[in-house]
Structures are given as structure tokens and as C-alpha cells.
């Protein structure tokens, strides 16, 4: 006969971090905590009714890591593609990406490159992918993924080479040199995806949630989330394949040319009754997400003042009039807004339309890369919430050459941001930085110090401590999610989403958190993952 009851017992468990409480045993029934305390207690509940006891012998438990900015199906996508992360020239960018294509495929696809690594100081070009593959369209993301390199095939199939966008590059002759960003970006990988199948996404998701239970990672918030993401998640936990528990933002809607002139999904919401939380204890609707600007790497997040090594203040991708018609209808739906601001004159934008709505309602803020003090106040008073990425501070090592010392303080304020009570949520934005949970940490806790990055020296007080880090990727996340009554720590009557790693990161040095391995997930009091 099954146990009803499961008693988790000898080990170190950490029920929450602010406080940080511990615990010597967790009963778990019906996929909640029952009761978290002593051992004696626990193995004497679970023997009067003869229900299971496993020896944790020492090992240390955690609660689950909430990411709540990723994108599940671009990830599962990612796991398939040429890995260019870290290449470090032009010329090792083609070699990867004539090995990969040995594997076949109607498309080649590759993801993380970085021209600010590249030996020639440059940009690749549709020229340099077409030396290595012209016969097959060949696309590779860069790390932001809101800009990519294309070759001839590709932008021919795309209808890209005679398109008049201000998102396809150009030489100084007008050739278009492959390198699309934004919107262009954009009409390229529909292109791809219209050549996918239902079957593909659901393969592609299925690979992601599989990865984030070996990580450790027991709840998402997956973002951009289209029509064929939807059906593929609700179609994987139907057959119960889904592994952690999903909250998906939609995209509005899209059509080709604009990137907001259709918003028939959230009408399709607002008909159906559909309201922030809809759906069962794995995969939920919490509302819609939208792409208001850019990134810093591809210099299309938009500033108050120029960049500062460049002759541009990037651009918003959506008018305020209709960031301020979305905003409101959704929010009058009952359905969460998260909106992406990296840039600073975006985050005006966003404060202003939250701001029209009298409530911003927990509404989120994505990414806040670069945030004025004032405005960190303003976000407080508002009630709005952020999901942040602090593995960006290690990854966009050049940030100071886009926005100058001057601008240094602006730069991730995560400290800043908590002392005025702000939530922070931690997420990785995966595939754009590493699911794995313990590098997000390192990168909060220590904020580039051990790889030189030069933000460390202008703003050492904007790191976090570690208590800070880890109540952010967990109870902060759940918030975040409007989920803080189920997850994010493991007090009773909360979901059992926990992991067991094999040491205690509160006594490590800083250096050796990147190290830490998960060895079980949990998620619902059900094994998901076993090293």
C-alpha cells in the first residue's frame, strides 16, 4: 500500500531565510508540508501510523529555487542548438557552426555569442556564415537574444535582404550584413518556428523541465509565451509530464510588422473569464508579458541620455498610448502585467502607465537593468514588483562602456532596491543566462569581484548577502508570482518543493557557492530528479 505520509528526518533543513529557521525533519502528505521541527517529533507521528521514514543522514535541504523570468521553450531549443557561449572569435563561431551542422537539420541554429568577446572587434556577418553553410539558413542568437546573425539563405527566406527596418544592420554601402535585431529578430524566427510542429514544442519543453529539476529549480515563470507554448504545456501536464509547476505570461498578440498591433490573445482571455492564477497546482495563467525596449548588449534598451559608446539612446519597441491600453485592459481583466525595462526612459514609460492605473497591483517590472534613485523610490511607492537577473553583472562584464562611470550607480541596484522594500525575485532569463541556480547566487553575493568586473569597483554595496539572495530566489520569487501562501519556504501548509544538495552554503566560502550540486528535487513531496 502506498504511504500517505513521508517523514524526512537527520538532516539540516532550512524552512526559510528571513528568518532563517531550520528544522530537523519535514513531514510531507498530499504533497504539502504537514509539519516541519524536531526529529523526535516527526518519527514519532509517522511511526504511530506506520506511514514512511527516510534517513536524510546529514544532508542539507533547502526549499525549491522559484525562477520567475525564463522562457521554457526557447530553453528547450537552446539544449538543442550549437552552445557558442564564450567563443572568443569570428573564426571559432564558423567552427562551431560547420560542426553542428554535421548533425543535420532543415535549420541550423545556434545561441550565446558575444561580439564585445570577438578577437576581430566586430560584428559578424551573413558573409561569415555563408563561408561555413549556404545551402541550409543558419540563425544564431545572440546572448541577449534580442539581436542574431543570419546567413544569405536565411534573411532571403525571411523576406529581410529589401526589408526597410531600422532593426537589419547595414554596411556603409546599404547591403543589409545579416545582423537583425528587435523586430527583424523578431520576423526571422517565426520564420523558423513556422517549420516546427506541436510535437517539437512539446519536446522542447519537456527537455527544459527536465534540466531545471536536475538544477534544483521547482517553479517557473515563463515569459513571451505564444499559442503553440500554451497547448504543448497543456498537453505535457495532462500526461503529467510537466515536472515543476509552470506560471506562463502570454504575449497579447502579435502579428508580422508590428510587434504590438494585435492584442486578440488577451481579448481571448479577458472573454474566457481567465484571471491571474488560472488553472491547476502545476500550470497556471498569470497574465501577459511585454517586450518594452531592448537590451544594453545590442544598444536597443533606451536611455534618458545616449550611450556612451555610440551615437544612439536606444529605442522603445511600443508607443506609451498602447503600453498604457494593454496595461489597463489587462489589469481591469484581473491578470498580472510583466513588462520588460532595461533601459531607463523605458522605466519612466512603464512608472508613468502604472502609475495612470491608481494601483499598480503587483503589477511586475522585468529585468530593471538600469534604474535612477528616483525611480527606485517611485517603484516602491507604486507596490510594483522586479524580476531581476543578477548573473547580467558578470555577463555584461562591458556595461560601463555602454553607459559610462558616470552612470555606474544606476547599474543592477539590487541593494538599493531591497533597503526600500522593493520585491526582488531572482530568475536567470534562461537560455540568455545559465539555469543553474548557485551561479544566479555567486553573481548576487559576489557581483563580478573575483572576475574584475569593473561595476564591482563603482557599486561593491549593491551585493547581496546571502540570506538576501536565496529568500529572493525563493520567498521573493513565490511574491513575485503571487504564490507566497504556497511556495518559497516550507512552512506547513505549503507545497513540499525542496531540494537536497550535498553541502551547506552558509558554510562555503563565497568562491565554492557556484559548486554546489543538487542531488534530489522534490516538488510536491514526489522525487522529480535523482543524481
Known sequence: ??????????????????????????LVAFGRILYAGSRE???????????????????????????????????????????????????????RVREHAKKGGTWILGHGWDQELFDE???????????????????????????AVLNTKAMEMAGLLD???????????GEATGVVKEEAFELARE?????????????????????????????????????????????????????????????????????????????????????????????????IKILADGSLGARTAWLSKPYSDARTRGYPNISKETLEAIVREAHEAGLQVAVHAIGDATMDMVLDVYEHLGNAGRHRIEHASILREEQIERISRLGAVLAVQPHFVITD???????????????????????????LGLSTDSPIEPLNPWETVYAAVTRGKFEGVPLYKHTPDE?????????????????????????????????????????????????????????????????????
Open 1 to 26: 500500500m502506498k504511504k500517505l505520509i513521508r517523514a524526512f528526518v537527520n538532516g539540516k533543513i532550512y524552512v526559510s531565510f528571513n528568518p532563517k529557521r531550520t528544522a530537523e525533519a519535514l
Open 41 to 95: 517529533k516527526a518519527e514519532k507521528i509517522a511511526g504511530e501510523l506506520s506511514e514512511e521514514i527516510i534517513d536524510l543522514r546529514g544532508k542539507v535541504v533547502l526549499p525549491g529555487f522559484i525562477d520567475s523570468h525564463l522562457h521554457l521553450e526557447e530553453l528547450g531549443m537552446y539544449l538543442n542548438m550549437a552552445d557558442l557561449r564564450g567563443v572568443g572569435s569570428i573564426e571559432e563561431l564558423k567552427e
Open 121 to 147: 572587434k566586430r560584428w559578424p556577418t551573413r558573409w561569415d556564415i555563408d563561408e561555413v553553410v549556404k545551402d541550409r539558413p543558419v540563425m544564431l542568437s545572440r546572448v541577449c537574444l534580442h539581436a
Open 163 to 173: 526589408l526597410d527596418s531600422p532593426g537589419i544592420m547595414r554596411d556603409g554601402e
Open 191 to 287: 520564420k523558423f518556428k513556422e517549420t516546427l510542429t506541436l510535437e517539437d514544442y512539446e519536446r522542447f519543453i519537456k527537455d527544459a523541465v527536465e534540466h531545471a529539476a536536475s538544477l534544483g529549480v521547482t517553479a517557473v515563470g515563463t515569459v513571451s509565451v505564444e499559442e503553440r507554448t500554451l497547448k504543448a504545456l497543456s498537453n505535457l501536464e495532462a500526461r503529467g509530464e510537466l515536472k515543476v509547476r509552470v506560471f506562463a505570461y502570454l504575449d497579447p498578440g502579435r502579428r508580422s510588422g508590428s510587434m504590438y498591433g494585435s492584442t486578440d490573445i488577451l481579448r481571448a482571455l479577458k472573454k474566457l473569464g481567465m484571471r491571474w492564477g488560472f488553472g491547476g497546482g502545476i500550470l497556471r495563467i498569470n497574465g
Open 397 to 423: 562584464w562591458w556595461v560601463l562602456e555602454r553607459v559610462g562611470e558616470e552612470r555606474a550607480g544606476w547599474v543592477y541596484p539590487f541593494k538599493s532596491a531591497l533597503k526600500k522594500g522593493i520585491v
Open 463 to 531: 551585493a547581496l548577502t546571502l540570506e538576501e539572495a536565496l529568500h529572493a530566489y525563493t520567498h521573493g520569487s513565490a511574491c513575485i508570482l503571487g504564490e507566497e501562501r504556497e511556495l518559497g519556504t516550507l512552512e506547513e501548509g505549503k507545497f513540499a518543493d525542496f531540494i537536497v544538495v550535498d553541502r551547506d552554503p552558509f558554510e562555503v566560502d563565497e568562491r565554492e557557492l557556484r559548486s554546489i550540486k543538487v542531488l534530489e528535487t522534490y516538488v510536491g513531496g514526489r522525487s522529480v530528479f535523482k543524481a
